[in-house]
């Protein structure tokens, strides 16, 4: 069976925040995609608010392709520490945090949130632009590391 590359990473060591590149993909006709785990909060110890990291990924889904170009998706972790980022081409783990970065701030700045209406969003009732301001606040003064120690 082939390993799921998440679960190879022992979540006991990594210190949150940091920004890591997961992985290269390469398709067979030579697309390659980057893939990025953008962890805010401390495995096993934090956890997103549901309501607050549902806001979150919306206007960071919005704000980041504002900065970088590529963009697959942003997908929220289950275990509700941090995101997943795709996005085509084989990109560097520091130009990822700098998009990232400009994006949280404009999240401080955000007055709504894209997509909060039925049509848009399959739970969009379940949604915080206060929770996602108070995240994205945390992450920006913590700073995020481009080494899964803590070491920048």
Known sequence: MEKVESFELDHRIVKAPYIRKCCL????????????????????KEAFGTAAMHGLEHI???????????????????????????????????????????????????????????IQCGNYKDLSLFGAKEYAKEALEKGFSLNIYGNN
């Open 25 to 44: 993909l390469e398709g067979e006709k030579g697309d390659k995609v980057s893939k990025f785990d953008l962890r805010f909060l401390q495995p096993n």
């Open 60 to 118: 960071l889904a919005h704000e980041l392709r504002k900065e970088i170009s590529g963009i697959i998706d942003l997908s929220p972790m289950g275990c509700r520490t941090g995101f997943y980022l795709s996005i085509w081409g084989d990109r560097e783990a520091s130009e990822i945090k700098k998009a990232l970065e400009i994006s949280l701030k404009s999240v401080l700045e955000a007055k709504e949130i894209p997509a909060a209406n039925e």
